[in-house]
């Protein structure tokens, strides 16, 4: 057993070892011409990737180093689920490429959900989406589901209202509990929650 | 001058390579089974019962994926033990590269239990287990409730595991927790809000026996190897 941890350990540190040190001897020659990758078009490439979390927050608890106003006009207790993957239109624009959100206001006993496939939103609407990585507090990314607000079933099928989602994933590699990771909802037709910490739960960036 | 930033740039790729590597083996490690549940009520009595529900349970998630699931009701009523309404259950979990997870909540609000012994306006379950490379762990908060009576006392929310005598009935657990795991590879979390064990005197030979169970505000998420 401890044979078959030390390989395992051994071995990797050759090869990283080796790797180092080949890169770093002075005898490259190579051609200095600039180059660009080749699907290198002008416009950022939307990365692929994935968004799940869920919990509690209870706004106003403004995330200032991410972004928020300070104004809350949707307060109290609010829960929430979600799950999203990202991708590219045929424009290169970020997107959501599928997903499903489901968020509860409890003061006001209202619940939204948003189902996104192939793009597009329960009504046909394409749920564009943006990246900021890095984010402004330097903890982790954030993401805008909902460039253009999309259309949200209200208390099951009672009505609809136009919302967005933004969400920042800032305890990558930070102790749990560090309660960094935060959420805003804005709807048109309840109010916004402002970019708020969360009180419990999670917000994680998990990927391609 | 070309050469030399040439030369740097294979040390510093070459460098990054090495720490993609040594992030590909600690992300070995991370959890690669994930899972969660979530309800508003559950009632268990002689006298009736109500399963589950509203029940969200987390869909198999495998390789580097998500789910989500979620579940609502507007109202319940199991007569002469519960009634509920604003009725919500939402879970979801993700297995990354560097962190997988599950995070669970359940709600009710109007909470009225067998015939008012026990009131609240609203209460919430919410858990979450998380792992990474360092380890896993689970916790509860953001679980809570307000405005809770049991027989005639008040009780405040205090983050606190509480048990309360029902004389005749039985007792309550607030805030019940049942942990899980290992808390390297695997964790996990259960938090009941409200947890009613209904329980019969007891007999010639003493001791009472569990006769049925109320529960409101269940959440559960767990992480594993």
């Given at each position: ?5 030390r ?11 080796a ?14 011409a600039?180059?660009?990758?080749s ?7 939307c990365?692929t ?9 209870d706004?106003?608890n ?10 809350s006009?949707l307060?109290g ?6 799950n999203v993957?990202l ?11 599928k ?6 206001h409890?003061p ?6 948003v189902?996104?496939h ?21 903890r982790?990314?954030?993401?805008l ?5 999309i ?7 009672k009505g609809?209202?136009q919302v967005q ?5 800032n305890?990558r590699?930070?102790?749990q ?6 959420m805003?909802?804005?709807s ?5 929650t402002?970019?708020t910490?969360l009180?419990?739960?999670?917000i994680v960036?998990?990927?391609? | 001058?070309?050469?030399?930033r040439?030369?740097?740039?294979n ?7 090495v ?7 600690m ?6 089974s ?16 109500s399963g589950?529900a ?5 869909p198999?998630?495998?390789?580097t994926?998500?789910a ?16 509920s ?15 997988s ?9 109007h ?6 012994l026990?009131t ?7 858990v979450?287990s998380?792992?990474?490379?360092s380890?896993?762990a ?11 009576v049991?027989?005639?006392v008040?009780v ?12 005749g009935?039985?007792?309550?657990v ?12 695997s ?10 064990y209904?329980?019969?005197?007891g007999?010639l ?6 006769t049925?169970?109320?529960i409101?505000?269940?959440a ?5 190897p």
């Amino acid at each position: 057993m401890m044979r078959e941890q030390r390989t395992v350990i051994v071995w990797p540190s050759l090869l990283a070892a080796a790797l180092v040190a080949a890169a770093c001897s002075d005898q490259t020659n190579l051609n200095m011409a600039p180059h660009r990758p080749s699907f290198w078009g002008g416009v950022e490439e939307c990365p692929t990737g994935k968004w799940t979390g869920g919990g509690r927050m209870d706004p106003p608890n403004p995330d200032f180093d991410d972004g928020a106003t300070g104004t809350s006009t949707l307060e109290g207790k609010v829960t929430f689920g979600f799950n999203v993957f990202l991708g590219s239109d045929g424009d290169g624009r970020c997107i959501v490429t599928k997903g499903e959100i489901e968020v509860n206001h409890h003061p006001s006993h209202t619940s939204w959900h948003v189902s996104i496939h192939n793009g597009q939103d329960a009504y046909g609407e394409t749920v564009f989406a943006e990246l900021i990585d890095p984010d402004a507090s330097g903890r982790g990314a954030c993401l805008l589901v909902g460039v253009d607000p999309i259309t949200a079933r209200v208390d099951g099928n009672k009505g609809t209202d136009q919302v967005q989602m933004e969400l920042c994933d800032n305890d990558r590699g930070a102790p749990q509990n560090s309660r960094t990771d935060a959420m805003r909802w804005i709807s048109t037709g309840y109010g916004d929650t402002d970019l708020t910490y969360l009180t419990g739960g999670n917000i994680v960036d998990h990927g391609s | 001058m070309n050469s030399m930033r040439m030369h740097w740039v294979n040390c510093l790729a070459a460098f990054g390579l090495v720490v993609g590597l040594t992030a590909g083996f600690m992300g070995a490690s991370v959890a690669q089974s994930v899972a969660g549940q979530a309800y508003s009520t559950y009632v268990n009595t002689p006298a009736a019962s109500s399963g589950q529900a509203p029940l969200a349970v987390l869909p198999a998630v495998s390789g580097t994926d998500g789910a989500e699931a979620d579940a609502q009701g507007s109202a319940l009523s199991v007569p002469d033990a519960l009634s509920s309404d604003f009725l919500n259950s939402i879970t979801s979990g993700e297995i990354g590269t560097t962190e997988s997870g599950a995070q669970s909540t359940a709600s009710a609000a109007h909470i009225n239990i067998l015939n008012g012994l026990i009131t609240a306006d609203e209460v919430i379950a919410n858990v979450m287990s998380r792992s990474t490379a360092s380890g896993a762990a689970s916790n509860a908060d953001g679980s809570t409730f307000q405005n809770l009576v049991v027989a005639g006392v008040p009780v405040t929310w205090g983050d606190d595991v509480v048990a309360m005598d029902l004389p005749g009935v039985g007792y309550v657990v607030l805030n019940e927790q049942i942990p899980s795991g290992d808390g390297v590879t695997s964790s996990g979390m259960t938090v009941n809000m409200i947890h009613v064990y209904l329980q019969s005197a007891g007999g010639l030979l003493g001791g009472a026996t569990t006769t049925g169970e109320i529960i409101v505000g269940s959440a559960s998420s767990s992480v594993g190897p």
